[in-house]
C-alpha cells in the first residue's frame, strides 16, 4: 500500500481493495461496499483477524459498517461509516443495512427487554451512543425492531443534540479503563472524547494524533496553566483529556485504570511521563 494512505482508515489490503479506490491505488481486486449493521451492544474493530491482539475500537449497536470481505473463520472486513475505522468484526454481529436509523440511546446504558414491562428480565444493554430504527410505542417503552423494548426515556431523536459535551463526559466518571472501549463498560482516553462530543453533535476522529489535529484552535499555553476552562482538550502524545473547568481533567487513563477527575498539574507530570512528553497542545472548541 502506497505510504500516503494510513491504514487504519483506507480499505485496503494486499489482495484486495474498495472499489471506491480504484484508480487511486492499485490492487489485485477491488470490492462494492455492502453496507451492514452492527446487532449486537458493541462489537470489537481489530487490525488482524484474530482474537488475542489488541483491539483498536468498538464498533456501537445500530452502526453502519461498510463490508468488502467475510472470510470462512467468520470475520469481516470493513470501514466503519462514523469515524472511517478500517478493521476486522465478527461477521455474526453484523446483518444488512435495513431501514434506517432514527432513535439513538441517551443513557449511559439503557436495557433491552422483551417486552415493554420492566419487571421482565432483560436480554441486552445497549450503550449510550447505539442507534435505532423506532418501532412501535407501548407505554413508556419503544421497540427496537427484532431485538425488544427500551424504556423511552433512555431514548432520543437522532437529531438530537446534548447542551454540553463535557455534562456528558462526567457521566462517565469511574468507569473502567479498556484500551479500545466506547461504552460504560470499559472506556479509553479518545474514546471518552469521541463518544461524548458525538452526544453533542460534533464528529471527532477515533485516535488522539488525528483528534488534535482535527478539532479546535490551538492556545498559547505556559508552565502556569492558567487561562484553560471547561470544554478545552488536552493533548499528550496517545493521551487527551477533557477540561472541567479552569483546574480539574477528567480522562480515562490506565495509571487508575478509571476515568478519574483530578488537577491538571498532577496529572501532567505523571502523564507525560506514561507517554513519554510533555503536553503537545490544548485546543478550544
Known sequence: MNAAFDRRFTPARADIAAESLRG?????????????????????????????IPIDTQALFGELVDIYDVDDEGWAWGQLRSDGYVGYLPALGLRDAGAGATQGIAALRAHVYPGPDMKLPPVAA????????????????IAVPGHG???????????????????????FLNTPYLWGGKTSMGIDCSGLAQ??????????????????KALGEPLAFDESLSGLRRGDLVFWKGHVGVMRDAEALLHANGHFMLVTSEPLRVARGRVAEKTGGAITSIRRL
Open 24 to 52: 487511486s491505488l492499485d490492487a489485485p481486486r477491488y470490492a462494492p461496499a455492502r453496507p451492514m449493521r452492527v446487532v449486537e451492544e458493541c462489537l470489537p474493530l481489530s487490525r488482524e483477524p484474530r482474537r488475542d
Open 126 to 141: 445497549l450503550p449510550l451512543g447505539a442507534r435505532f430504527a423506532a418501532g412501535e410505542t407501548r407505554g413508556d417503552f
Open 149 to 171: 423494548f427500551v424504556w423511552m426515556a433512555h431514548t432520543a431523536p437522532l437529531a438530537a443534540r446534548a447542551p454540553d459535551f463535557v455534562a456528558v463526559a462526567e457521566r
Open 195 to 212: 463518544v461524548s462530543l458525538a452526544a453533542a453533535g460534533i464528529a471527532a476522529p477515533r485516535d488522539t494524533d488525528v483528534m488534535e
